[in-house]
């Protein structure tokens, strides 16, 4: 029953977003700013309700005296004013009950939106409290209906038993005490409704609490021409000794005021209760759809940053809670404002309206932000908001717990968070050393996530490098190194179970030996085989351990592979180009997934070769190394890498 509900709904839905566009355009169609819409009209009727508030007397003989007086004495001010905060809260009714039905419509209520949806419900309740409580207070005949029907009605609570009804019997049992009463719970319960809508809105990353101004100019205008038209007056004086014979209704507050009048107090409040309970409950309902990843990562660029996402999360929300600069508008697949490339993995797309995502678009790769929801891990690249503010990476210091020197020319260092915490991150992400003078030196977690209790880099002697020089020469256990990170997209997936080739050229190693000890710590039992490559045999700085892994994991397999090596090397292995050996072995390589990560030189021949080996470019990855800004990149620094850790 529900999954025909939610798909007539978003069949009604698409069709009229569909005509709306057609008359408002893309970006300025309401249907897309319901929450928004319902915001700024919160904000008229606040405003509107201070300035009536300010000339209200709050007494039983003279509150219908001053509405009367500010409605036709101040015409040009009092009286409109109270006709937009009529019409205003009227339309917030109307705006927030469709926001809710979309959200129901879209199955957006579900799994960790529910708190979300449960306050979204308590905001609506109290909305209805705050409205009807407005309409007490004018102490007209309609407010007469009011007052005596809710006594009635709360009367036929058991714990109540008909003590409140007896307050309105008479004109001489309403006193301005009680009338005051009235008047504060009309302070009380917008301050509530903000204080909730402040929580509600703080669960939706960069929500937009103002529709777009065009839209609110139209909002404010089509309010005032109402107010003209058909200006909101009072409907005679308070006269308990007499019941209203005929008032002018409004039934987007007071609906259940005529069932109360039909079937009694008591059932009316079981209605009402079995609604909201219904309403609480509907995000744990049957059918439910369990995911069977709850979480998943999206590696996005340009950004380089990973995010991690929830089951049932789009693309949008997981990368506006992170901080990523990601452009939006409707949130709806209206617009097209979100509209990304998908690199790696495959979506989900909610409904949206095709003509902002064609066939052939999706067919290329494309896909809007804020209608998918990824099916495992994703890759992405997106174009940022023009002058977006971007999330500041975050900054830490550690501190030097171990150095061991692996070659003549490669250190391993040690570093453990001064603040005692554990560093969160993906195997074969990097961090920035930030040096004294504000410049980075890029260095890849050589660690594997689970034993990042300390963390380890490979640093390479740049001769002339400023922080590589440093570590060899001056640096010492206790130092203290400020970073950045982490940041990198070059991680394992674990989507596949293809064969796995890693390619890494000199301290390219490091990267490696993080998803590789990952993959051996979480069970992966994929065949992998690593091809190492170097100049000497000297250059195998963790040859052994490598080695080691060999014969200890049936699954890898380990081939060094020296390009220069010479007589005193006594090197009976592989020689050559890396990429070349990696070819001779594989001449098909249609079934495997290639992770490269050394030179640039290196990556840029490699890469088009294992295409033209069989190669899909979803399943060839690869991170090419770079140097340091203001050091040029000649023949003989070509293997000098970025996130291997060789900058200078």
Not at 83 to 91: E, Q
Not at 631 to 639: C, E, G, K
């Amino acid at each position: 029953m529900l999954n025909l509900l939610q798909a007539t709904g978003q069949r009604a839905f698409l069709g009229l977003e569909k005509v709306f566009n057609a008359i408002f355009g893309e970006r300025l169609n309401p249907l897309y700013y319901l929450g928004a819409i319902t915001y700024f009209l919160l904000w008229v009727v606040i405003g509107t309700g201070l300035y009536l508030y300010a000339f209200f007397e709050t007494g039983v003989a003279v509150a219908y005296g001053s509405v009367e007086s500010l409605t036709h004495g101040q015409w040009f001010a009092g009286g409109v004013l109270r006709s937009v905060h009529r019409y205003a809260s009227d339309a917030l009714v109307v705006t927030m009950l469709l926001h809710l039905v979309r959200h129901f419509t879209f199955d957006r209520h579900r799994g960790f939106r529910w708190f979300s949806w449960v306050s979204g419900v308590v905001l609506l309740w109290l909305t209805f409290a705050s409205g009807v409580n407005g309409y007490m207070l004018p102490w007209d005949r309609l407010a007469q209906f009011v007052v005596t029907a809710t006594t009635e009605w709360f009367d036929a609570l058991p714990i109540i038993g008909g003590s409140m009804t007896r307050n309105f019997i008479t004109n001489a049992n309403v006193s301005d005490r009680l009338f005051s009463l009235l008047s504060f719970i009309h302070i009380g319960l917008p301050l509530g409704v903000m204080a909730v809508l402040w929580v509600h809105t703080q669960r939706v990353p960069s929500a937009k609490t103002n529709p777009p101004r065009p839209v609110m100019i139209s909002v404010v205008a089509m309010l005032l021409v109402m107010s003209i038209v058909r200006p909101a007056v009072s409907q005679g004086p308070v006269d308990m000794a007499t019941l209203p014979a005929m008032i002018d209704f409004d039934w987007f507050y007071l609906p259940v005021y005529p069932l109360i009048q039909l079937w009694g107090g008591t059932n009316t409040w079981l209605i009402t209760v079995g609604t909201s309970v219904f309403l609480v409950v509907l995000p744990w309902l049957p059918p439910l759809k369990r995911s069977k990843q709850p979480t998943w990562n999206m590696a996005a660029h340009p950004d380089e940053r990973i995010v991690e996402g929830r089951s049932g999360e789009t693309l949008l929300d997981a990368g506006l809670r992170a901080g990523l600069p990601m452009p939006f508008e409707c949130r709806n697949g209206g617009c097209g404002m979100c509209k990304a490339t998908i690199l790696h993995g495959q979506v989900r797309l909610t409904p949206y309206q095709e003509s902002v995502l064609t066939d052939a678009e999706r067919a290329a790769g494309k896909t809007l932000l804020c209608c998918a929801e990824p099916i495992g891990d994703i890759e992405i690249e997106y174009v940022p908001e023009v002058n977006a503010k971007r999330l500041p990476i975050q900054m830490h210091v550690a501190r030097v717990s171990r150095m061991e020197l692996l070659s003549s020319d490669v250190m391993q260092l040690g570093l453990t968070m001064a603040d005692g915490s554990h560093m969160k991150f993906f195997a074969g992400q990097y961090i920035n050393v930030v040096l004294d003078n504000g410049e980075r030196r890029s260095f890849s977690f050589a660690t594997a996530p689970h034993a990042a209790d300390e963390i380890e880099l490979q640093v390479r002697l740049v001769p002339g490098g400023r922080f590589t020089t440093a570590v060899f020469e001056t640096m010492k256990v206790g130092d203290n190194l400020k970073f950045e990170g982490p940041l990198g997209t070059f991680t394992l997936r674990e989507d596949s179970q293809k064969p796995i080739v890693f390619v890494a050229g000199s301290t390219g190693f490091a990267p490696v030996k993080s998803m590789v000890e990952s993959a051996f710590h979480t069970g992966m039992n994929r065949e992998m085989i690593l091809y190492w490559g170097v100049r000497r045999r000297h250059d195998l700085y963790l040859g052994k351990l490598a080695e080691q892994w060999a014969h200890e994991h049936s699954n890898f397999k380990f081939v060094a592979v020296l390009s220069a090596p010479e007589p005193e090397d006594e090197w009976t292995g592989r020689t050559g180009l890396v990429h070349e050996a990696i070819l001779a072995d594989f001449p098909d390589l249609s079934k495997h997934q290639v992770y490269a990560c050394g030179s640039v030189q290196m990556v840029q021949a490699a890469q088009p070769a294992f295409v033209k080996h069989g190669i899909s470019t979803d399943d060839c990855f690869s991170d090419a190394f770079h140097m340091a800004p203001q050091r040029p990149l000649d023949s003989q620094q070509a293997d000098m890498v970025k996130l291997g850790g060789t900058h200078a």
